[in-house]
């Protein structure tokens, strides 16, 4: 296998897969990004010996969403060719676990949710900031999270797109464990080798059960979400939105 893919580094770890996106301080998404990842997951989904993954961030952030400000952030296709690569990721058949030490925004927490679990530092913070940019949330979130923490909690998060702190995360499912940041991918790992050491068929079979076709709920709802997108994309709101989020401030919204 290859030990790097674009931005993504792999590294093996008897049978775990360390993934580490490094694109500090923030990883913000673009499309290749998203595809490099795909493509080293579903390459890792072919090496028999590889039975798990952790997937972790250089930099400050585990990953603070794409960045809008950026022509470049989502390529050509915008978000729509961003939320193909998502559902490939959703499509993989071993279990992931995601080391978060820090923000995991927007398209960002929808990236740690493509892990089956997470393992969080104090400092990890979560947040679904779409409606602070005029805009409406993806990459799957509407299904992804109150699939994990129920629709009470991620309507709170969504709606009011405030940042939730690791260890309520913890208490709300989102997050697995909490564990002081020096020893955030040990812990990780030791999960992850807790998977490995599974008889590999039978895990991937019960993993796909418990998954009940996700990555076809997750093309289903991201196709929803981009057309939400795209209209909202063109109104004066989502200018103002990312213009207030660059200038750190609240947005003035005028509903136009």
Request: charged share 25%; aromatic share 6%; net charge neutral.
């Amino acid at each position: 296998m290859k030990d790097r893919y674009g931005e993504i580094t792999l590294r093996q770890d008897g049978h775990v897969a360390l993934l580490e996106i490094d694109r500090p301080p923030h990883n913000h998404v673009t499309v290749a990004l998203m595809a490099q990842l795909a493509d080293a997951l579903s390459d890792i989904d072919a090496e028999k010996r590889l039975r798990a993954s952790v997937l972790m961030a250089a930099g400050k952030s585990f990953c603070a969403g794409a960045d809008f400000s950026a022509q470049d952030s989502v390529g050509e296709g915008g978000t729509g060719g961003l939320y193909a690569q998502a559902v490939r990721l959703f499509s993989t058949r071993k279990p992931i676990v995601a080391a978060v030490q820090g923000a995991a925004i927007g398209a960002g927490l929808g990236l740690a949710l493509v892990a089956d679990f997470r393992v969080a530092a104090p400092e990890a913070r979560f947040g679904a900031n779409f409606v602070k940019l005029g805009f409406h949330p993806g990459f799957g979130i509407t299904y992804t999270l109150p699939r994990l923490i129920g629709i009470q909690k991620a309507s709170l998060m969504c709606l009011t797109g405030r940042r939730i702190k690791a260890e309520e995360a913890r208490e709300w499912g989102l997050v697995d464990n909490v564990v002081p940041m020096e020893a955030l991918r040990e812990s990780a790992l030791a999960l992850a080798r807790e998977l490995a050491e599974n008889a590999p068929l039978a895990v991937e079979a019960t993993r796909a059960t418990l998954r009940n076709q996700l990555a076809m709920q997750v093309k289903a709802q991201t196709d929803k979400e981009f057309a939400e997108q795209s209209v909202l994309r063109k109104t004066a709101d989502f200018a103002e939105g990312i213009r207030a989020v660059a200038e750190r401030r609240p947005g003035n919204f005028t509903g136009t």
